[in-house]
């Protein structure tokens, strides 16, 4: 039986009959025994901050989903992964309405979104498609592909950008071809993206990375590796003249397989590393309704704002502004 027929056999639709989702993490979300009455979906994706003041009736995505407008697409364990795909409904009045979500791990990790009728998610992956304006001519890579959301971004906005992708875990790029399109996106830019099957921190490509995203979890945390500062000693000599690293470091609200593994810990831990490495070329945006919800890193001088922010859609520039410097 191929993996896609697999696939569809163990596909699960959920009901507000058989299952309560809770979020607990940065894109996390458990399922456990329904309550009597309001099953509902929470979710804590970080999201583009508002100007706005805020009022009873905003709806963000802290705010639940009723359980009857989501279904569970396909639920299985991989060797490294436990596997969901979720479909949110076009009709929940919520900022993820239409959206496809990719989750792993025992916690419920967001590793991948998408919608069917726009390109920006109001997530960090949009902070991540603010990089390529900022660094040198050359091919980017992203280190831990998931299903793909931050290279399809990329490489809607930016023409000339290719991209490498490291996945360590076959069923996310099974999944991915699958359910969040990655197939066709392959098909569509057969020069400008491809995609690898293996270690992420042995990635390489001659003459270096004008640019790396790094979004690797395991278990519900940062991976080990990123508190070490020989990784990002490793990482930046993978870079070319003039290159950068973005970080998803996470924050406080990450919940790990491991109790002992504090999101909010892990994640200092894993900006002082690259603070020994980088020194004060290391930059901090937090994303969240909550303090320190989730944050991602930056290396390299702080660049020229105006300039960056006109070398963006209109949407994405917002984020220039919310840089600060790690001071650690």
């Keep these: 039986m191929s993996l896609q027929q697999q696939l569809h056999q163990i596909s699960v639709t959920l009901t507000s009959h058989h299952f309560h989702i809770q979020t607990l993490i940065p894109y996390p979300i458990q399922i456990s025994t329904p309550p009597k009455k309001y099953p509902f979906l929470t979710t804590t994706l970080s999201h583009k901050p508002t100007h706005s003041s805020s009022s009873s009736s905003t709806k963000t995505q802290d705010n639940g989903i009723p359980i009857e407008d989501v279904k569970i697409l396909v639920k299985f364990k991989s060797r490294h992964n436990y596997i969901r795909v979720l479909q949110v409904s076009r ?15 025992t916690p419920g ?20 498609a603010t990089l390529p304006p900022i660094i040198p001519p050359g091919p980017v890579a992203i ?4 299903a793909g959301s931050a290279a399809r971004l990329c490489l809607e906005l930016y023409p000339e950008l290719v991209i490498h992708g490291w996945e360590l ?32 921190l042995k990635a390489s490509v001659r ?14 945390s940062l991976i080990p590796e990123l508190q070490d500062p020989n990784t990002w000693e490793m990482l930046k000599k993978c870079l070319r003249k003039g290159g950068r690293v973005m970080v998803n470091v996470g924050g406080s609200c990450v919940e790990a397989e491991d109790k ?69």
């Design 91 to 105: 009709k929940a009045d919520h900022p993820f309405a239409g959206s496809r979500l990719l989750l792993l791990d």
């Design 109 to 128: 990790n967001i590793h991948s979104i998408s919608f069917r009728f726009k390109s920006f998610t109001d997530t960090y992956f949009d902070v991540f």
């Design 143 to 146: 280190l831990g592909f998931g």
């Design 169 to 200: 875990d076959p069923s996310v790029i099974a999944v991915g071809r699958e359910y969040f399109g990655l197939e066709r996106l392959e098909k569509q830019y057969p020069d400008r993206l491809f995609v690898y099957i293996g270690n992420a």
């Design 207 to 220: 003459d270096g990375f004008s640019g790396i995203f790094v979004d690797l979890f395991s278990q519900g």
């Design 260 to 328: 002992r593994r504090d999101g909010k810990i892990v994640m200092e831990e894993s900006l002082k590393a690259m603070r020994r490495v980088f020194g004060e070329n290391l930059f901090v945006l937090s994303l969240g309704n909550r303090k320190e919800d989730s944050s991602i890193a930056l290396t390299g001088d702080l660049p020229d704002l105006e300039a960056w922010k006109k070398a963006l859609p209109g949407s994405l520039r917002c984020y220039v502004d919310m840089w600060t410097q790690f001071c650690g």
